[in-house]
C-alpha cells in the first residue's frame, strides 16, 4: 500500500515541478508539500483536490492503492459532500445513481426519502440534477 504522499510525488515529478514550484500553485509553502509528500500530514480533501487539478491527474489516482482507495460505510459520510459525488458519482448515469446521489444528500441534512412527498422529491431531485450539471461543466472547464 502507498501514501497518499507517495502518489503526489510520483505525479509531481512526472510533471517536472519541484515541491515549492507545486506549493506556489496551490498556494502552500514548499515544506507542506515536504510534509504531505513524506507522509508527516495528510493534505486536506479540498486541498488535495487543488493538487489533482495542478498535476492534472484525476483525484482518484491519488488516492489510488492508500487507506482511503476503498471507502465504505461511514467513512463515505466523513467526506465533504462534492467530493462524495466526485468520487462516486463522476457521471449519474442512471436512475438508480441518482437516487442514490439525492439520499446521500438528504442524510446530510438528516433527512430521509420517506420525509418528502411525490412533488417534493420531485423538485429535490431537480434541483440535485442542475447543481450535478454545473458541477460537471465547471469541472469539465478546468480541464
Known amino acids: 500500500m502507498t501514501s497518499i504522499g507517495d502518489n503526489i510525488k510520483k505525479y509531481r515529478k512526472y510533471k517536472k515541478l519541484t515541491q515549492k514550484q507545486l506549493g506556489e ?10 510534509r504531505y ?5 495528510e493534505p486536506p480533501i479540498k486541498v488535495l483536490l487543488k493538487i489533482s487539478e495542478t498535476l492534472e491527474v484525476p483525484y482518484l489516482e491519488l488516492i489510488k492503492n492508500t487507506k482511503f482507495d476503498n471507502l465504505r460505510g461511514n467513512e463515505i459520510l466523513k467526506l465533504p459532500l462534492l467530493e462524495r459525488f466526485d468520487i462516486f458519482y463522476p457521471d449519474i448515469k ?3 445513481d441518482k437516487v442514490d ?3 446521500l444528500l438528504l442524510k446530510e441534512k ?3 426519502i420517506k420525509d418528502f412527498t411525490e412533488e417534493e422529491y420531485n423538485k429535490i431531485e431537480k434541483m440535485v440534477v442542475n447543481c450535478l450539471d454545473i458541477f460537471a461543466t465547471i469541472k ?3 480541464k
Do not use: F, M, Q, V
Not at 25 to 34: A, P, Q, V
Not at 37 to 41: R, Y
Open 25 to 34: 500553485k496551490i498556494d502552500k509553502k514548499e515544506i507542506t508539500i515536504r
Open 37 to 41: 509528500e513524506s507522509g508527516d500530514i
Open 94 to 96: 442512471n436512475e438508480l
Open 101 to 103: 446521489a439525492i439520499n
Open 110 to 112: 438528516g433527512h430521509n
Open 140 to 142: 469539465k472547464n478546468n
